[in-house]
């Protein structure tokens, strides 16, 4: 039986204390009165260290995690048999441990997905003693609900799949409904991207070269994200404006009215993701008809399949401001320059170490709740 074996990689590179970031070490607003390094010890002694074990969906962001949290990748082998069956090896010792497992689902979603489940199982029969799943990405989200007859809800059915293969709980990233999270019977954590963008614009050329965000509207794409861009809008002190559309198909939109005012305006699209970028070049367009200054988007997972990398060619988007939730390819950088791309390894690794230390998660993005 031939098998492709993917090497398994070092571990990160572990940064020094001066290196980490401010919120390390703290405990619900307060320091701790033991150092980060004491607490690693005490973890070892009470053998419930913190393991990260990647699929092959984002293991630059995994690594960027384990970085953060100052421990080392653990070895893996995640590869196919020659007929195309996943195959995983652990290769380190993690028998107690507090696994956490980075894999978003995102493209090609079945085969990451099933590495997620493998993986799960494979932790599972070595004895860790809790499993996490990390996912930057969850795909099948859109499929949440019956909108029609004789159609599924699969989003249910990825949950009851990762809770069946022996997760304990879950770390998710901006959900396309935060109602998915009631889909599992485990404890699920929720994050979200809006602090992360709005320390990106606060400091941006763009907000620098103004007084004020008077000028400035953040644009919600449709009715669903309305809540995700009045956070944003609050937190510029901005106006705010709401696009209605309908879908005359999966990936088809079609804009009918801009509600807002966006004539002699900048604004900023903020979505939780640009598949096809079918719905965000269109709603750029209608803005510009309507006579908006500028068009900025920002979209948190960007999946960019189909004609998505020729229609922002093509469009008048300015800037496209996205997470690395999801893997993004070499070509794609280089054939959009207008795009930012924000990390998110820092807010995961710190979601992680507060859920290790059974520490608060929520304090850490203060009264967001919407989904």
Do not use: W
Not at 158 to 178: K, M, P, S, W, Y
Not at 266 to 278: E, L, R, S
């Amino acid at each position: 039986m031939t098998v492709r074996v993917q090497k398994s990689e070092e571990g990160a590179q572990v940064p020094l204390e001066s290196d980490q970031p401010y919120l390390f070490g703290r405990t619900n607003g307060s320091v701790c009165s033991l150092s980060n390094t004491n607490l690693m010890e005490l973890d070892k002694a009470l053998n419930y260290e913190i393991r990260v074990v990647a699929g092959n969906a984002n293991r630059e962001l995994a690594r960027e995690i384990a970085a953060h949290l100052k421990v080392c990748m653990t070895q893996a082998v995640v590869s196919t048999f020659s007929d195309g069956e996943t195959r995983v090896a652990i290769e380190d010792n993690v028998r107690g441990k507090d696994v956490f497992i980075v894999q978003p689902t995102s493209p090609p979603v079945n085969d990451h997905l099933m590495e997620l489940l493998v993986i799960i199982d494979t932790l599972k029969r070595a004895s860790a003693k809790r499993i996490t799943a990390v996912m930057p990405y969850y795909g099948y989200s859109r499929q949440d609900r019956k909108h029609a007859p004789r159609v599924p809800i699969t989003a249910r059915l990825v949950a009851d799949l990762i809770q069946t293969a022996g997760a304990h709980r879950v770390l998710a990233f901006e959900l396309h409904a935060g109602q998915i999270q009631g889909f599992f019977n485990i404890p699920v954590d929720h994050m979200f991207a809006v602090p992360v963008f709005l320390s990106y614009l606060k400091n941006s050329a763009f907000f620098k070269d103004r007084k004020d965000a008077s000028d400035v509207v953040v644009v919600s794409p449709d009715a669903g994200g309305m809540e995700r861009a009045r956070l944003l809008a609050k937190g510029l002190d901005s106006a705010l404006a709401i696009i209605d559309k309908r879908r005359s198909a999966p990936n088809v939109a079609h804009v009918l009215h801009v509600i807002g005012e966006v004539e002699n305006r900048h604004c900023i699209i903020v979505d939780d993701m640009v598949d096809t970028a079918g719905t965000l070049t269109k709603a750029a367009d209608a803005l510009k008809e309507k006579g908006a200054k500028s068009v900025r988007a920002c979209c948190i997972h960007a999946v960019l399949s189909g004609p998505a990398v020729e229609r922002i060619q093509s469009s008048c988007i300015e800037e496209l401001v996205i997470t690395n939730s999801i893997a993004l390819s070499k070509d794609k950088k280089e054939a959009l320059p207008c795009i930012t791309r924000l990390s998110v390894g820092t807010l995961m690794a710190e979601t992680i170490s507060r859920v290790h230390r059974e520490e608060s998660v929520s304090t850490l993005f203060g009264t967001m709740s919407h989904g």
